[in-house]
């Protein structure tokens, strides 16, 4: 398993073009050209007609978006296939004559993929995350073929955005090697003015039913799929049973959150904010140091009972989809009682982030997308594994016992350079689950996906698009 270092950006990393400082409309045309060249991803197709097209997806949200946006790919007079590894894949495709049955074991996937790629002409693959295993193989085939990849992921700027890019998401997406400064120069004349952050995740409850719903046809309907084996480190009946209970007690988490970030929020105590991860979440497995989050929660833990002022206090607040399969709840509060810390150290279900982060003094995560509605709202950040916003003057240099003393917060402008960037070029308005904001992100989506150029080239060539932000008030 990949493990990447934690990033440590103590310097700025070096450019993709020198910095514009004096006469920047003279030398705009020459960073142009640079920083596009820097970022071009494979894909010769990506110039082609959507009638020459052939799009590949494979696994995509649970749920309807990626059968829609076949939909609006065929109207444009592409080809559209869909590549099915089980039930819940194949129910949430419509188009059945152009759906091809992996049947076999993750082993033949290669092969498999290969004959696709040359019997039906494909030119563009699309995905959600590329880390699992067979869109790993994937994006390999991308690059080796020249093909155009196309991954979509949960939005960097939760909740009300979707990201897409070309060639790579997360640890392998091009803004990893985009510097806060070249975001400056491409936003000349376009900085936006969405200054109040996010207040709440988003399609949490279709979210929840989607899933359930998809790991009960893995469950009771695979037949088809004998050589099925789910990426994830438990089976196909334990995940069905988490998806179910945890869709099935949301009602009665809901007062548990309500009940532990009332108490965190009436303690009168100062406290830091650790912003947890699904342990299978691919950003954590891929782009992290740590194997198990309470690798993660125990070091936080050990440094915090030695280095921070003895009257401050420490709240781990779970995913909103954590399921318990991991025991980190158990694990913290063992720890917290070994270190006797216990009386300083707090566990949230979830619940609303915004209510936890108006009253922190500073963020600790991996690599949670979570971490943005702390920067946009000024609090120092700690990431320790390697992030899209891992970038100097954004997250702390310092050192975690360091940080958890005295933390220094981010530039402030420096972070709304990058997230501005972002709502210009990969951020698509709108969500994957429910319909109306799953119908906000298709309006645009595929456009995006037939431009020739991905959203980070066309923001630097001065070709970005505007776009309509989705609100908290829209139906």
């Known amino acids: 398993m990949l493990k990447a270092k934690t990033e440590t950006p103590s310097s700025d990393p070096a450019p993709l073009v ?9 030398k ?35 749920g309807p978006f990626f059968d829609r946006v076949g939909l609006l790919l065929r109207a444009t007079g592409a080809q559209v296939w869909r590549v099915g590894f089980n039930a819940g894949d194949e129910f949430f ?9 992996h049947a076999s074991g993750p082993e033949d996937w290669p092969e498999h993929l290969e004959q696709i790629i040359t019997e039906k002409g494909v030119t563009d693959i699309v995905l959600y995350g590329d880390v699992r295993p067979i869109h790993a193989v994937a994006r390999e085939a991308a690059q080796r073929h020249d093909l155009v990849l196309h991954v979509f992921e949960e939005g960097y700027l939760r909740p009300f955005w979707i990201t897409y890019e070309r060639g790579g998401s997360n640890g392998h997406s091009a803004l990893m090697r985009i510097p806060v400064r070249e975001m400056r120069n491409a936003l000349r004349n376009r900085m936006n003015e969405m200054n109040r952050p996010p207040a709440r995740w988003g399609d949490m409850r279709q979210h929840k039913f989607y899933g359930a719903l998809y790991h009960f046809l893995v469950l009771a309907a695979n037949r088809r799929y004998p050589g099925y084996r789910t990426h994830r480190q438990i089976g196909v009946f334990q995940e069905f049973r988490l998806n179910l209970r945890r869709f099935l007690l949301t009602p009665f988490d809901t007062l548990a959150q309500m009940r532990e970030t009332r108490s965190v929020r009436r303690g009168g105590f100062p406290y830091v904010l650790v912003l947890m ?5 691919s950003n954590f497995v891929a782009h992290s140091p740590y194997q198990r989050m309470s ?14 002022p003895r009257h401050h206090h420490i709240v781990f607040k779970a995913h909103p989809l954590e399921d318990g399969r991991g025991g980190v709840r158990r694990a913290i509060l063992d720890r917290a009682r070994m270190l006797g810390i216990e009386e300083r150290v707090h566990f949230v279900r979830g619940g609303k982030l915004a209510r936890l982060l108006n009253q922190a003094r500073a963020a600790v995560t991996v690599n949670s997308t979570a971490a943005q509605q702390a920067l946009w ?28 003393s005295d933390p220094r917060p981010p530039h402030a402008l420096s972070y709304r350079r990058y997230r501005d960037f972002l709502l210009e070029s990969s951020q698509v308005p709108g969500g994957f689950y429910a319909s109306h904001s799953r119908a906000h992100a298709l309006r645009l989506v595929v ?4 431009a020739p150029e991905d959203p980070y080239q066309a923001l630097f060539a001065g070709r970005g698009k505007y776009r309509q932000q989705m609100g908290v008030s829209d139906d």
């Open 377 to 404: 709202r000024g609090l120092p950040v700690k990431a320790m594994g390697q992030a899209v916003f891992g970038k100097p003057g954004l997250v702390s240099d310092q050192s975690l016992a360091e940080f958890l």
């Open 277 to 281: 991860q699904l342990e299978h979440d």
């Open 447 to 450: 456009d995006m996906m037939l």
């Open 18 to 26: 020198p910095e514009i400082q004096s006469h920047p409309r003279r």
């Open 28 to 62: 705009a045309g020459g960073a142009v050209r640079a920083a596009t060249a820097a970022l071009s991803v494979v894909g010769a197709s990506a110039a082609l007609p959507a009638t020459k097209r052939v799009f590949l997806m494979l696994q995509g949200p649970h």
């Open 93 to 101: 495709w419509s188009d059945k004559p152009r759906f091809i049955r």
């Open 295 to 308: 690798e993660f929660t125990d070091e936080v833990l050990t440094e915090f009972a030695r280095s921070a």
